[in-house]
């Protein structure tokens, strides 16, 4: 039976057995999850969800969002510069890759924000660092345990019943949702999230309790994570029977976001959901593999955000979209582009304040061949985490003054 | 009877001293799931009072001409199909069999630091190749390994390097090399990176072989890590293994493989600071270096012994080796691809992080439903029989309690009490004064593949 919990609170169902249907958080977990009612605002921040979608490998910024008025980006890219005339122009002094085509009409209607040239102080160019210094907010030098949606999530812990953040795909699950007391679940498929045996509840039982007088702490985190596992696919199976009430576009993004909108639908309180979408290392033949990656993403966010309008929804969603570095100004010698720095990042949803942040990428000065940046991304994190989620910033991110992203 | 956790002392002077005393029965069971994929209890009654040098000689027994064949056979099958499914099937039947466990294991640890993925190189015959590269390679010196893995046609093909021209110098393999195969981030510069990348113009992949496009080089000077020269890809390579950041990053990694993930690979402590020492002084001798960390102190301490998470290799191979195993490899190789490990498909260039990275949510529930497919396999055998029942009537196991600690000492490292035993047996079921005969096949297999999905199972 798939009830949602807005549902059971106008039934007026006791809060106990509301509590019992939630994911993942119970006994394991050492901050109080209690129920709390929800008011009826659906807008309310506590209601709100984030949508993290990172592009994995370092998207080409300046072949995303071209830069037609420049005449140093098609002097720097003879072979991979995307002519004027093919861009798609969505004002605001913005032209698209001719691939993001679906995102048009969010921009038409308000639903698309980007801010320019987001990046950091002294740029790393390697993938997992600079992936890293994104998840964490820190550098190297200082402990990097946990990750910024980690600390977010924890600080506003006690607000669900619900995990507060899941990680849907199979790949292994991002620092940013690393925190050192909740065990976020991951996962990779709906209709795989559960145990294959005949007797899965004595099984799923016994894995639950938790493994007699532990004094290690490798164990304690193995029996930590196997409680969330069990909890989580219980109410992750009733989710799997929602369906999506749009259609989406057959590629591996567009299956994580369907799952995401299933989950929304089915009533889980869960705030925070992050996904990858990998392959824009584009070191060689750019121009094929970029363009089906930029159609993979527009097409299934465009395709999100109509099926959460499908179900009353879209008002409570905001997706976030950013990549670990943008790319080399200048081409290489293999049709593509080397790692570079400063890119744009992607808000998609209701309630954002400008198109547009930022002006056009600033070609003439450059470091080391690569873009400066102009905000800085946690910036961007900290105005998502003050204004969408209603939380305060500077425990999370540091001291970065918040971009005013929404109305 | 239960294994007795005997973990010793933290060494005070020298982590890597060697232990010198018999190995105990866990104890060889420890070396045993390290050093390759665990063994079966016969072998561990066989291996009990040995050495660490003699059991690792155990472990590195070469294999058999006839294994060799099957195994020949095998991967010429996948390369005739095109099929980096059933290679990767034809690595798994090799891995359950070699006697050379040392040396799987080893090919195992290199597939991870110099990955490379068929989601890319879609040529299987490409990735067998640079699978016997890493093979011979595998237990010798590291500066052999990095030059054949810089001319390595699969690799090459991986990081977008199959051509490389004077003009504009391809970064990719340059920052690979030393930032994930030698040095690490944070001991180069970005001018080091561009510098190296010139060195290597001219190398190239061309009719799937490497060769040098002379017209394409830049025979330019180089200023490679604080020395220059003008130097080709062969002699930028030599300058960047003579750099003191090897030695560690290579101490670094094989601890984090071999030994443990926690607090060993603080980049100070001294367990790396004289693992680095070694190598460095050994010329890069990476054999010598796992045969010491086998054979150490450090690796029978507390700071070792139950302090690593499987990975999925280490339980589906381990899980099939305790029990004698035989099933269906090409089923095993696509579980462990679900559950985050498939061979021939790391997930980036970086490998697999491996330690906590293998664990979540969904890899848990994945590593129970893999030992669940083996356990209802029916091409599985359980030392030749077709099933449990059989399994244990001939090692005259009768009651309840005594088959599932026969179980758990086969694949469980960390011992377990006998009330956590009878919780299992309980949620299973059956009554604790049950006995084989009365317990139906089913029943048996659920609890083998209760034990097989605790918490305990996933750490060694």
């Known amino acids: ?407 | 009877m239960l294994a007795q956790p005997n973990p010793q002392a933290v060494p005070q002077n020298d982590n890597w001293a060697p232990y010198l005393a018999p190995l105990d029965r866990a104890q060889v069971a420890h070396l045993t799931r390290r050093a390759g994929f665990g063994c079966s209890n016969a072998e561990l009654d066989e291996l009990s009072g040995k050495t660490a040098p003699e059991v690792l000689d155990f472990v590195s027994q070469p294999n058999s001409p006839q294994l060799d064949a099957v195994t020949k056979r095998l991967a010429s099958a996948a390369l005739a199909a095109g099929s980096v499914d059933n290679l990767a099937a034809s690595w798994v039947y090799l891995l359950l069999n070699s006697p050379n466990q040392l040396s799987e294991k080893a090919t195992l640890f290199w597939h991870g630091h110099f990955a490379t993925s068929a989601e890319k190189v879609t040529d299987a015959g490409m990735l067998w190749q640079q699978n016997a590269l890493m093979r011979q390679n595998a237990l010798g010196t590291f500066a052999p390994l990095v030059q054949a893995i810089a001319k390595d046609p699969a690799m090459l093909i991986y990081l977008d390097s199959e051509s490389n021209r004077k003009a504009h110098p391809n970064e990719n393999f340059a920052r690979e090399l030393v930032e994930l195969f030698c040095m690490g981030e944070g001991n180069y510069s970005e001018k080091d990176v561009q510098e190296l990348a010139r060195c290597f113009t001219g190398w190239e992949i061309r009719n799937r072989r490497f060769r040098k496009n002379r017209y394409q080089q830049d025979t330019g000077n180089k200023n490679v890590l604080g020395s220059s020269g003008k130097y080709d890809g062969e002699q930028a390579i030599d300058v960047v293994l003579k750099h003191p950041a090897v030695g560690n990053f290579l101490a670094r990694k094989l601890i984090r493989f071999y030994v443990s993930e926690a607090s060993l690979l603080e980049p100070e402590s001294p367990a790396v600071q004289s693992l680095a020492e070694h190598i460095r002084k050994s010329n890069l001798n990476v054999g010598s270096a796992v045969r010491q960390i086998l054979t150490s102190q450090q690796f029978f301490s507390s700071e070792s012994v139950y302090q690593k998470i499987r990975s999925p290799a280490e339980l589906a191979i381990g899980f099939a080796r305790s029990l004698n195993i035989t099933t269906n490899t090409q089923a095993i190789s696509l579980d462990m691809r679900n559950v985050g490990q498939g061979l021939f498909r790391p997930p980036n260039v970086k490998g697999w992080d491996g330690g906590r990275a293998w664990i979540n949510s969904s890899t848990l529930l994945g590593r129970s439903n893999m030992l669940h497919r083996i356990i209802h396999d029916d091409k599985t055998r359980f030392d030749g029989e077709s099933t449990i029942s059989d399994y244990l009537a001939k090692r005259k196991l009768d009651s309840v309690t005594e088959i599932s600690e026969h179980f758990a000492t086969c694949f469980i490292a960390v011992p377990l009490s006998p009330s956590r035993i009878k919780q299992v047996i309980s949620a299973a079921e059956i009554s604790d004064s049950s006995v084989r005969t009365s317990i139906k096949e089913n029943q048996l297999r659920h609890l083998l593949h209760s034990l097989a999905s605790l918490p305990e199972t996933q750490i060694c």
């Open chain 1, 1 to 407: 039976m798939i009830v949602s919990r807005r549902k059971l609170i106008t039934n007026g169902l006791a809060a106990s057995a509301v509590g019992a249907s939630c994911i993942g958080i119970d006994s394991i977990v050492p901050q109080s999850f209690a129920f709390a009612p929800p008011t009826n605002d659906a807008a309310r921040a506590s209601d709100r969800i984030l949508v993290v979608i990172q592009l994995s490998g370092g998207n080409d910024g300046l072949n995303t969002l071209v830069p037609v008025k420049d005449d140093r980006y098609y002097a720097a890219r003879p072979e991979l510069a995307i002519a004027k005339h093919s861009t798609l122009s969505v004002g605001h002094e913005l032209h698209l890759h001719p691939s993001l085509r679906p995102l048009e009409t969010l921009f038409e209607n308000g639903l698309m924000s980007v801010v320019q040239n987001t990046g950091y102080e002294n740029p790393n160019r390697s993938h997992f660092e600079s992936m890293d210094i994104w998840h964490t907010c820190r550098r190297k030098t200082s402990r990097r345990q946990s990750g910024w949606l980690g600390r977010l999530l924890t600080s506003r812990a006690e607000s669900g019943g619900d995990v507060p953040g899941l990680h849907i795909g199979g790949e292994q699950q991002p620092l940013a949702l690393k925190s050192r007391t909740l065990a976020l679940p991951s996962v990779t498929s709906l209709e795989d999230f559960s145990l294959k045996s005949r007797q899965a509840d004595q099984l799923g039982e016994l894995l639950k309790s938790p493994a007699t007088q532990s004094n290690s702490e490798l164990l304690d985190f193995i029996q930590d994570n196997t409680s969330t596992a069990m909890v989580a696919s219980e109410r992750v199976a009733d989710a799997a029977g929602s369906t999506n009430k749009h259609e989406y576009p057959d590629n591996a993004l567009s299956k994580k976001l369907q799952s995401v909108a299933r989950l929304i639908e089915s009533g889980l309180t869960t705030s925070v959901y992050y996904l990858s979408l990998d392959g824009f290392d584009t070191h060689a033949k750019q121009p094929a593999a970029h363009s089906a990656l930029l159609n993979s993403w527009a097409s299934s966010l465009a395709s999100f955000v109509k099926d959460l309008e499908l179900q009353g929804n879209a008002q409570r969603v905001c997706v976030m979209t950013f990549s670990e570095f943008g790319r080399r100004v200048k081409e290489n010698a293999s049709s593509g582009t080397d790692h570079g720095a400063a890119a744009p990042m992607f808000l998609t949803g209701h309630g954002l304040s400008a198109p547009v942040h930022g002006g056009p990428p600033n070609l003439e000065d450059l470091v080391d061949g690569d873009l400066k940046h102009e905000f800085d991304f946690r910036q961007v994190y900290a105005g998502i985490i003050r204004d969408w989620l209603g939380a305060e910033p500077k425990s999370v991110v540091g001291s970065f003054e918040p971009l005013q992203l929404f109305t």
